[in-house]
């Protein structure tokens, strides 16, 4: 399998499928351990976004070590589905350029818009991804 083949096979995990997509996020914690939680991202290419509280713990986290690992599967609730696992660095996006560009209405029960300082945008840009389908793991390095 050529790289090509292999990134137009991830694009479609990330592309098709039920929107949003999922993903389970990874960062570690002050004492090196890792701590997981359930994310609504977007992507542009590669690169994912997810919105969170500045307030947050996985901010801390991604602050003192911005190393990240995260699962999104093509259909969560195909569990048949191919997946990938993308290890890569987060960083803590607060621009109001940004902010506005990734509010919706559906935030409204968190944040009280795109002004608000509590509201931030998680930017994840891969290293390494993963892709997992019926032949297993393939490899695409950034």
Same mark, same amino acid.
């Given at each position: 399998? /050529?790289?090509?083949?292999?990134?137009?096979?991830?694009?479609?995990?990330?592309?098709?499928?039920?929107?949003?997509?999922?993903? &389970?996020? &990874?960062?570690?914690?002050?004492?090196?351990?890792?701590?997981?939680?359930?994310?609504?991202?977007?992507?542009?290419?590669?690169?994912?976004?997810?919105?969170?509280?500045?307030?947050?713990?996985?901010?801390?986290?991604?602050?003192?070590?911005?190393?990240?690992?995260?699962?999104?599967?093509?259909?969560?609730?195909?569990? &048949?589905?191919?997946?990938?696992?993308?290890?890569?660095?987060?960083?803590?996006? /607060?621009?109001?350029?940004?902010?506005?560009?990734?509010?919706?209405?559906?935030?409204?029960?968190?944040?009280?818009?795109?002004?608000?300082?509590?509201?931030?945008?998680?930017?994840?840009?891969?290293?390494?991804?993963?892709?997992?389908?019926?032949?297993?793991?393939?490899?695409?390095?950034?």
């Amino acid at each position: 399998m /050529t790289q090509s083949d292999l990134k137009n096979k991830i694009m479609k995990v990330l592309e098709e499928g039920p929107k949003p997509k999922v993903a &389970a996020l &990874a960062t570690v914690d002050e004492k090196g351990r890792p701590r997981v939680r359930i994310m609504v991202v977007k992507n542009d290419g590669f690169t994912l976004f997810s919105t969170t509280s500045i307030k947050s713990t996985k901010i801390s986290h991604i602050r003192n070590n911005d190393s990240v690992s995260l699962s999104v599967s093509r259909d969560i609730s195909n569990l &048949a589905s191919d997946y990938l696992t993308i290890e890569g660095t987060a960083e803590v996006l /607060t621009d109001a350029r940004t902010k506005k560009n990734f509010w919706n209405e559906n935030l409204k029960i968190h944040f009280t818009g795109p002004e608000d300082p509590d509201y931030c945008i998680l930017k994840y840009t891969p290293k390494k991804i993963e892709y997992f389908g019926a032949k297993g793991p393939e490899i695409f390095n950034l």
